[in-house]
């Protein structure tokens, strides 16, 4: 099977944070994209005191929007794995398909335990590699502490640029530590990010539901209240949109859930199963309940970190030994012009040619190419 540049670049097409750009009429003024409201927010919020890292009871949180505003991306989502979708689904069900639950702790650290939640779980139950998220807590490269927070797009740049995922028993976890041993290689090579769209409404849940049956656990963003748990129940309903400030994982669903299960009544039942970061102690034996018609459920980020490949030393296969790009941290910001109905973009690199051929397995160096 040949291997092409286009077939190892999807998790990069999303990355790209600054292309030199023409318009088919003509020459256009390039303009930076307005910041994302949503970080403002977040942003003032950190300045006047009114964003706690952790919750009254000393669980973290830590999710932080991105500084791009991406709610208009309509991505597509793949039509070939879709399939009719039960009543109720629950990757609890499946014998090793889901890790064991964390403790984060009272770090900010929220969203590497999501995104590795779900990495994780796509490659269950036949490989069980568990990755450090304390690695990519202290090494993500960006302008935030190890406990500050972050969110999947900086997640992505770091699996991406190949810093990890590294071992989680090369550098175990530790909420207080700040520093991570230098030199720890990568273990897997993250083949695919899919960033799926965001819901349009309470009932827009087929897509969330496909990814899970399809591959495992979806990390999302939400907005996490105590006043909108029901720990009795472990059912969680917020009605008004304050944002998000916590990332967690998808791993199942229940049409039927009541909705008397919550602090609050929603207008109708059903919820996703959530697997949270703070323990066994807490919720389900760490788990828990949040309506569909949740404000924030869904309505951020939501994404899938599949197919990561292992780093074979055989002859038969040779790793991928190059990465080709600019922007070492991911998709920051946009550029765009007001007069132009289409722009085109690319990043292009030079080819060093085929490393190794085995049968008709083709394998370049080029580990990861933009492509629009």
Partial sequence: MKRSMESVAVVITVLASCFLVTSVGGAQTLRSAPVNPRYLQYRDAVMAGRAPRATPDGHGLGYIPPPFDHAGLRLKPRGERRMALPAAYDLRTIP????????????????TFGIYASLESCLRPGDTFDASENNMKNTHGGDWGHCEGGNQWLGTAYLARWSGPVAEASDPYSPASPTSPPGLPNQKQVQEVIFLPNRTGPLDNDVIKNAVMSYGAVTMAFYYDPGAYNA??????????????????IVGWDDNYSATSFASLPPGNGAFIVRNSWGTGWGESGYFYISYYDATLGYYDLSVFENAEDLPTSDVFTPFTKNY??????????????QADTLWGANVFPSSGVEREAGSRQLLRHRAEHVL
């Fill in 325 to 338: 790009g600019y922007d070492p941290l991911g998709w920051c910001n946009d550029l765009g012009a007001t």
């Fill in 232 to 249: 009795g129940t472990a059912a969680y309903y917020l009605a008004s949109d304050l944002g998000s400030n916590h990332e967690v994982a």
């Fill in 96 to 111: 090793g398909k889901l890790p064991d639950i964390r403790d984060q702790g009272p770090c900010g650290s929220c969203w």
